[in-house]
């Protein structure tokens, strides 16, 4: 019964070590890894009607200007050309 309580108590102590490594590798990889941050964001949103093998949309105008705001308030850069 004796060995068998040591032998707890080794498991415990193993099973404790283990967790402060995990602590410690876990706080280092915080520390370590930081946000990527993006650069400048471009994106380039075009408003076609003529293509050749479908029939045309109905407001290919009007789509291309909500694509464009919403992509400026996700922080895109854009530039107006009608």
């Not at 890894?33 to 009007?62: D, H, I, M, W």
């Not at 694509?67 to 107006?80: P, Y």
Request: proline fraction near 4%; aromatic fraction near 6%; charge should be positive.
């Amino acid at each position: 019964m004796l060995e068998n309580r040591q032998s707890i108590a080794m498991n415990r102590s193993g099973f404790l070590k283990l967790n402060r490594l995990l602590l410690a590798v876990a706080a280092v990889l915080l520390i370590v890894c930081q946000p990527a941050f993006a650069e400048k964001r471009v994106a380039l949103v075009l408003g076609n009607s003529a293509y050749r093998n479908t029939a045309p949309l109905a407001n290919p105008v009007n789509d291309a200007s909500v694509i464009s705001a919403t992509l400026k308030n996700a922080g895109f850069d854009t530039v107006d050309f009608r």
